[in-house]
């Protein structure tokens, strides 16, 4: 009996991902976002970058940073409140992931499942890279590699360009952008787990989020499929409203519960 249902679930899982209107939604964002700002997160990560320098040095101004300050204060105002839609629907180098990630399960590559455990630790990463480069290069002014060793620069710049040049590519940011694009065709948005400096602030500020992605366990049996359908692993078992700052709003868990028990409100 429970078998059957495990494959009732399973087979509307199945159904659901082929029409789910809010990924078909999310994606056209994403493409539009891709189009319009496709170096929006290198700009919001520098904007960060100087907005935290001119603070330290004393020499803040609203003049030259006024701009800067909004972008990043609106941002982190609306991540604090509905968590990282940047990272789901906005972010180019997000997209990039989905896409490969795609590309990777039209190909029939397995995808490699990293063991809740394991991918705690991993996550960490970002966490150092970004207090390397907040303690070093924001805070104490060193040029610790040049623009060349940034795979987002490479991303940026042969994105940006009118005439988009291979030769990017052949440079140590290159060759960390080649590493990325491989390894997001095996696991699902392999850069925005483990190594995206941007991504922890967001992942910081996102919890004390308001509006968060709502999931009454009474409902869950043994089934697992939001949990496999999430992109940046989390472990939706464990929560009643997910309260991890790596969930980045994508909602294709919502989209994937076979009892239509997922929603996204205020958690009281
Ligand atoms: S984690 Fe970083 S690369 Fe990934 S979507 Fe967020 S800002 Fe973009
Ligand atoms: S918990 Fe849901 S909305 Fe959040 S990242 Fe995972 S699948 Fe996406």
Known sequence: MSDLKTNNQKNNVNKKRKINPIQLFRHVIQIIAYITFPGLFVDTFRSMGLLVSTIIAGNWTMADNGLQTLLIVGLLIITALFGRFFCGFICSFGAMQDFLSFIGRKLRIKRVRVPHKVDKILKHAK???????????????????????????????????????????ASVGGILMGIIMVGSLFIDRFFCRYFCPLGAIFAITS???????????????????????????????????????ECIDCMRCKGTCPSKNISFGIDK
């Open 127 to 169: 966490y150092v890279i970004l207090a390397v480069i907040a303690f070093f290069v924001w805070g104490g002014g060193i040029a610790l590699f040049d623009s060349s060793y940034s795979p987002w620069q490479v991303m940026e710049s042969f994105m940006s360009s009118g005439n988009p040049e291979f030769s990017v590519f």
């Open 207 to 245: 919890r004390l989020r308001i509006f968060k992605i709502k999931k009454p366990t009474a409902k869950c049996g043994n089934c697992k499929a939001c949990s496999n359908a999430c992109p940046m692993n989390v472990n939706m078992k464990v929560y009643e409203a997910v309260n991890s700052g």
